[in-house]
Each structure stands twice: as structure tokens, then as C-alpha cells.
């Protein structure tokens, strides 16, 4: 154990990868988190209506996502994830009844675009160039700005992955977002698209692994503890005052930061974070999927978006969702249910017994204007530094963008460059 101790506030994917960063260097650490159980807008919960355990929101990993399957080997994680074990996608077009399979090829080099039978009916292997001008964009211009945004392969293939990574109308949002997600995953090739979730469920993979390590490495983890305060002196954090007591931070120690961007907001002065958000809604069945149900299913042509196949449940997930929160939950699962029977033959009635999930603050909104409010995770205060989604990784708020904020924030604390020369958008004591 080192003679510092390293307090991270926030136990949601960024202060989690955070802490076990810091365990894994032998750093004296702590973790607080408001709620009763870690995971924040990633997390497993009994559900009493269904009588199921399920997650927040159906979550999506690809393969490509490096700093999400370096934590998920570090805490153990991995096994829990399943997939194909290859770039398969297969979609539904509701509108014309259509079905078809995605197969990317394994390498860089993307043959695969010139075969019809791996790419969507209707298009040719030029309208998947299409892309290059996100990557060749300035950042802060919209995809609306610099690519077409129509026809059948924006319709079938564009548009639900760019929303998938995004959660916000793609054309309305920065290409310097979307630009990583694709140099990342298609443009690595198929080996790193190949498409994982989670059937046990988000805390299995993510958040028990996470919880077990580092009670292993000796960190003391604290539930229920909302931080609603900072007391700074001479530049550093000195205080950090929680609901049920202060906790003193010695002249070595140091914070991370790891809650939501609006509430870092409200605890450090003059904080700069994304206003505005967009959110999801998630539509649960309890019922088996059929036989030879893919565990990922596009959607296309109706409101839902993509049906993920659970062992005891099917699950629809509806992106930059905020339009439908107005709208009765029988109703909106009277219609999903509707479209899940249609692509899955399952019997329209009677309807399965449901669950409607509204997530309001999914993730920052990934406008340009949104994405240039991000701070970086060294702040002003030479022991304070920052972690989340929402700050700045380049990456949209994802798995991978949240987890990669906590390897952020860890390496600013190992090279304590957490002070006010560091860096731009800072925080100011
Ligand atoms: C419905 C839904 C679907 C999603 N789908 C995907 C997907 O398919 N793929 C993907 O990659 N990403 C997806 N995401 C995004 C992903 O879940 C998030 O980017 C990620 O979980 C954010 O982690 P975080 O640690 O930055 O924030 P959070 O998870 O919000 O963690 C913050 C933590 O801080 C705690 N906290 C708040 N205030 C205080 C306080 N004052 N004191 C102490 N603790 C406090 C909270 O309780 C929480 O545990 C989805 C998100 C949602 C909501």
C-alpha cells in the first residue's frame, strides 16, 4: 500500500476503472458511492413487476473497445461477456419485411464491402465510403454538415449505428465524436466489431468483478455516502463533506472525481460540463426468445431500434429516446411488443408481461456545442482530478468513453500534473 490515499467519489464505470487502476499500482484507495449499489447507469437491479434481474439499459460492447476489455481482464469480467465471435449483425427492415446479415471480414482491408451477401440488400460498395468524410472532417461540424444523410444504406446502416454510439440524431451531431467510434471499430476491421453483451447481466460483468478486486487489494468501499461538498485550501482539496460526516484529505491524498457531469458542476466552482442531455428508453419482456433468435437484432422501419435476446428476456432499446417519454409506457409497450412479435414470430397475444425503463439522462447530448463544454480531468486544484463520460476522452459517453476517463484520471494522478498549468477547460478554485 502506498502512503497516500486516493478517494474516488462516484462508482459508476469511471470511478470503478478508476479505482481498480489505482489498486492495481498498490495506491491506498477509497471508494464512495451515493447510491446503495455501484454501476451507476450501468447496473443490474431486480425488477419486481417482472420478477427478473435486469439492467438499466441494454448495453452494447464491440470488440474494438480496447480499454473496456483491458478492465474486464483485469477485474475478470470478461467471461461474462458473450457474443457471436465474429462480425455478424443481422437487421429486420419492419417497413418491407426485408432481413439481411452484416459480415465485415476479419482484417483491415474492407473485401467485404464488394460482396452482396455480406452487406445490405439495395446498396453498393461505394455508398459504404460515405464515412470517410466523418474522419476527414473537422471536428466540430456536424454529420449533417459532411456526409449525405439519406438513402437506403443511410437508412439500414448509417444511421442506427451512428445513433447506437452517439444516443443523439447523428445528423445533428459532431463528426469529431463519431470520427474515433469508426477509426476504432469498422475501420479496424471485423475483429473488432464483433458485437458482446452481457446475458448475465451488466453487474456480473462490470461492476461485481470490479467490487471483488478491490476489496482484494484492501480498498475500503463505502455505499450510501453522497458527497455534498469540497472544502479547498491554498489550491488543493482539503475536505470532502459527505452526508453523514467530513473526510479529511492529508497534504498527499488526492480525489477523482467520478460523479455526473451536472453534479461535479454543482460541488467544484466554475466547472464547465455538457448542459444538455438525451435519453433512452428500454422496453423488457419476460419471455424466451425462439430458437435461433441472434442475440442482437437492427431493427429498422419503426420505433424500436435493436432486440437483444436475453435467456428470460427480450429487450428493446430505443436511442435518443426523448421524444416517447411523453407517451403512456402501456402504450409504447403495446407497440414495441407489436414490432418484436412481427420480427420474431412470437404471437401477438397475449403480450408477455413488460417492463418500460425511462433513462432521462442517458448520456450528454454529442452536439458540437456540447462536446466543446468537456472538460480535461486535470482541474485547478492540484489533488482534485476529474473522471466520467462526460469529460473529455474524444469518445461519446459509452462503456468505453467512461471507463477510458478512469484511466485518465489515474495516469493524471501518477504524474501529478493535476495543477493549473496543465491543461485547457480546467476547473478554477
Ligand atoms: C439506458 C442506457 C443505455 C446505454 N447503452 C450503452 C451501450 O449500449 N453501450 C455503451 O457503451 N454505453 C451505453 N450507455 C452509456 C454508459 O452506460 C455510460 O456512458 C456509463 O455507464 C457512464 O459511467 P460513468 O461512471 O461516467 O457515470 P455514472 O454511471 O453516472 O456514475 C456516476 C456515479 O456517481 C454516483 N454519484 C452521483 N452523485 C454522487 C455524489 N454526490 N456522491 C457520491 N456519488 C455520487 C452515482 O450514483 C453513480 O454511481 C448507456 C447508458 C444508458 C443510461
Same mark, same amino acid.
Given at each position: 500500500?502506498?502512503a497516500?490515499?486516493?478517494?474516488?467519489?462516484?462508482?459508476g464505470?469511471?470511478?470503478?476503472?478508476?479505482?481498480?487502476? @489505482?489498486a #492495481? /499500482?498498490?495506491?491506498?484507495? *477509497? $471508494?464512495?458511492? +451515493?447510491?446503495?449499489?455501484?454501476?451507476?447507469?450501468?447496473r443490474?437491479?431486480?425488477?419486481?413487476?417482472l420478477d427478473?434481474?435486469?439492467?438499466?439499459?441494454?448495453?452494447?460492447?464491440?470488440?474494438?473497445n480496447?480499454?473496456?476489455?483491458?478492465?474486464?481482464d483485469?477485474?475478470?469480467?470478461?467471461?461474462?461477456?458473450?457474443?457471436p465471435?465474429?462480425?455478424?449483425f443481422?437487421?429486420?427492415?419492419?417497413?418491407?419485411g426485408?432481413r439481411?446479415?452484416?459480415?465485415?471480414?476479419?482484417?483491415?482491408?474492407?473485401?467485404?464491402?464488394?460482396?452482396?451477401?455480406?452487406?445490405?440488400?439495395?446498396?453498393?460498395?461505394?455508398?459504404?465510403?460515405?464515412?470517410?468524410?466523418?474522419?476527414?472532417?473537422?471536428?466540430?461540424?456536424?454529420?449533417?454538415?459532411?456526409?449525405?444523410c439519406?438513402?437506403? @444504406?443511410? #437508412? /439500414?446502416?448509417?444511421?442506427? *449505428? $451512428?445513433?447506437? +454510439?452517439?444516443?443523439?440524431?447523428?445528423?445533428?451531431?459532431?463528426?469529431?465524436?463519431?470520427a474515433p467510434?469508426?477509426?476504432?471499430?469498422?475501420?479496424?476491421?471485423?475483429?473488432?466489431?464483433?458485437?458482446?453483451?452481457?446475458?448475465?447481466?451488466?453487474?456480473?460483468?462490470?461492476?461485481d468483478?470490479?467490487?471483488?478486486?478491490?476489496?482484494g487489494?484492501?480498498?475500503?468501499?463505502?455505499?450510501?455516502?453522497?458527497?455534498?461538498?469540497?472544502q479547498?485550501?491554498?489550491g488543493?482539496?482539503?475536505?470532502?463533506?459527505?452526508?453523514?460526516?467530513?473526510?479529511?484529505i492529508?497534504?498527499?491524498d488526492?480525489?477523482?472525481?467520478?460523479?455526473?457531469?451536472?453534479?461535479?458542476?454543482?460541488?467544484?466552482?466554475?466547472?464547465?460540463?455538457p448542459?444538455?442531455?438525451?435519453?433512452?428508453?428500454?422496453a423488457?419482456?419476460?419471455?424466451?426468445?425462439?430458437?435461433?433468435?441472434?442475440?442482437?437484432?437492427g431493427?429498422?422501419?419503426?420505433?424500436?431500434?435493436?432486440?437483444?435476446?436475453?435467456?428470460?428476456?427480450?429487450?428493446v432499446?430505443v436511442?435518443?429516446?426523448?421524444r416517447?417519454?411523453?407517451?403512456?409506457?402501456?402504450?409504447?409497450a403495446?407497440?414495441?411488443?407489436?414490432?418484436v412479435?412481427?420480427?420474431?414470430?412470437?404471437?401477438?397475444?397475449?403480450?408477455p408481461?413488460?417492463?418500460?425503463?425511462?433513462?432521462?439522462?442517458?448520456?450528454?447530448?454529442?452536439?458540437?456545442?456540447?462536446?466543446?463544454?468537456?472538460?480535461?480531468?486535470?482541474t485547478?486544484?492540484r489533488?482534485?482530478?476529474?473522471a466520467?463520460?462526460w469529460t473529455?476522452?474524444?469518445?461519446?459517453a459509452?462503456?468505453e468513453?467512461a471507463?477510458?476517463?478512469?484511466e485518465?484520471a489515474?495516469?493524471?494522478?501518477?504524474?501529478?500534473?493535476?495543477?493549473?498549468?496543465?491543461?485547457?477547460?480546467?476547473a478554477?478554485p
Amino acid at each position: 500500500m502506498s502512503a497516500r490515499t486516493v478517494h474516488v467519489v462516484g462508482a459508476g464505470l469511471a470511478g470503478l476503472s478508476a479505482a481498480v487502476r @489505482l489498486a #492495481e /499500482r498498490g495506491e491506498t484507495v *477509497v $471508494l464512495h458511492e +451515493a447510491a446503495k449499489a455501484a454501476g451507476g447507469r450501468c447496473r443490474s437491479y431486480h425488477d419486481s413487476t417482472l420478477d427478473l434481474v435486469i439492467d438499466n439499459g441494454n448495453h452494447l460492447l464491440l470488440s474494438g473497445n480496447r480499454s473496456a476489455m483491458s478492465y474486464l481482464d483485469l477485474v475478470g469480467g470478461r467471461g461474462a461477456l458473450e457474443g457471436p465471435g465474429e462480425a455478424t449483425f443481422d437487421f429486420a427492415d419492419l417497413g418491407t419485411g426485408e432481413r439481411w446479415r452484416l459480415r465485415p471480414n476479419e482484417g483491415r482491408l474492407p473485401w467485404w464491402i464488394f460482396v452482396p451477401s455480406r452487406r445490405v440488400p439495395g446498396t453498393s460498395a461505394r455508398d459504404y465510403l460515405a464515412p470517410l468524410a466523418i474522419l476527414r472532417s473537422r471536428p466540430e461540424r456536424t454529420i449533417g454538415e459532411v456526409m449525405r444523410c439519406e438513402g437506403p @444504406l443511410w #437508412e /439500414r446502416l448509417w444511421h442506427p *449505428v $451512428l445513433l447506437a +454510439a452517439l444516443n443523439t440524431d447523428p445528423r445533428i451531431s459532431a463528426a469529431g465524436l463519431a470520427a474515433p467510434v469508426l477509426r476504432e471499430t469498422l475501420g479496424a476491421g471485423g475483429r473488432a466489431c464483433h458485437p458482446l453483451v452481457a446475458t448475465g447481466g451488466l453487474s456480473a460483468a462490470f461492476v461485481d468483478p470490479a467490487l471483488a478486486y478491490l476489496t482484494g487489494r484492501g480498498a475500503e468501499i463505502r455505499f450510501g455516502t453522497r458527497l455534498r461538498g469540497i472544502q479547498a485550501t491554498e489550491g488543493r482539496v482539503s475536505e470532502l463533506a459527505f452526508a453523514d460526516g467530513v473526510t479529511e484529505i492529508g497534504p498527499g491524498d488526492a480525489v477523482v472525481l467520478a460523479v455526473p457531469g451536472p453534479v461535479a458542476a454543482g460541488l467544484v466552482p466554475g466547472l464547465a460540463v455538457p448542459e444538455a442531455h438525451r435519453g433512452i428508453l428500454n422496453a423488457h419482456f419476460r419471455i424466451a426468445p425462439p430458437p435461433g433468435q441472434p442475440l442482437l437484432l437492427g431493427v429498422v422501419g419503426g420505433l424500436s431500434e435493436w432486440l437483444f435476446a436475453y435467456p428470460d428476456r427480450l429487450s428493446v432499446t430505443v436511442s435518443d429516446g426523448d421524444r416517447w417519454f411523453d407517451e403512456p409506457r402501456d402504450e409504447l409497450a403495446r407497440r414495441i411488443w407489436q414490432e418484436v412479435a412481427t420480427v420474431t414470430g412470437l404471437p401477438a397475444e397475449p403480450m408477455p408481461p413488460w417492463q418500460v425503463v425511462k433513462e432521462k439522462r442517458a448520456t450528454f447530448a454529442a452536439t458540437p456545442a456540447e462536446a466543446g463544454r468537456r472538460p480535461a480531468p486535470a482541474t485547478a486544484y492540484r489533488n482534485l482530478v476529474l473522471a466520467g463520460d462526460w469529460t473529455a476522452t474524444g469518445l461519446p459517453a459509452t462503456i468505453e468513453g467512461a471507463i477510458r476517463s478512469g484511466e485518465a484520471a489515474n495516469s493524471v494522478l501518477q504524474s501529478g500534473v493535476s495543477r493549473s498549468s496543465s491543461s485547457v477547460s480546467k476547473a478554477s478554485p
